[in-house]
């Protein structure tokens, strides 16, 4: 079993800037991909960022020089450090693993950015 536990989402106005956490915890592999994906109401769930376990890393466009991923591989905890935020990055915010070609989801964060 895996658990992941998503913390630092909140109420930024824009221009502010948030850091996401997501501890994994339970059968971790030392081989995978990490990474977010959010949601915001009435749109699909889509990627962020992901990293790969040799901090290999991919972005949205929509995120490219604002927000940065990384990872502590000894703490299973991956990272989204969010600036310049804009009100079209709220959303709910998802933290993955995926090992073996298997998905697994935190329950999610919700960011909120005010105009």
């Known amino acids: 079993q895996v658990q992941l536990v998503e913390s630092g989402g909140g109420l930024v106005q824009a221009g502010g800037s948030l850091r996401l956490s997501c501890a994994a915890s339970?059968?971790?592999?030392?081989?995978?991909?990490m990474g977010w994906f959010r949601q915001a109401p009435g749109k699909q769930r889509e990627l962020v960022a992901t990293?790969?376990?040799?901090?290999?890393?991919n972005y949205a466009d929509s995120v490219k020089g604002r927000f940065t991923i990384s990872r502590d591989n000894d703490k299973n905890t991956v990272y989204l450090q969010m600036n310049s935020l804009k009100p079209e990055d709220t959303a709910v915010y998802y933290c993955?693993?995926?090992?073996?070609?298997?998905?697994?989801w935190g329950q999610g964060t919700q960011v909120t950015v005010s105009s």
């Open positions: 993955l693993l995926n090992q073996w070609s298997r998905n697994y």
């Open positions: 339970g059968s971790i592999f030392s081989i995978n991909v």
């Open positions: 990293i790969i376990s040799g901090g290999g890393t």
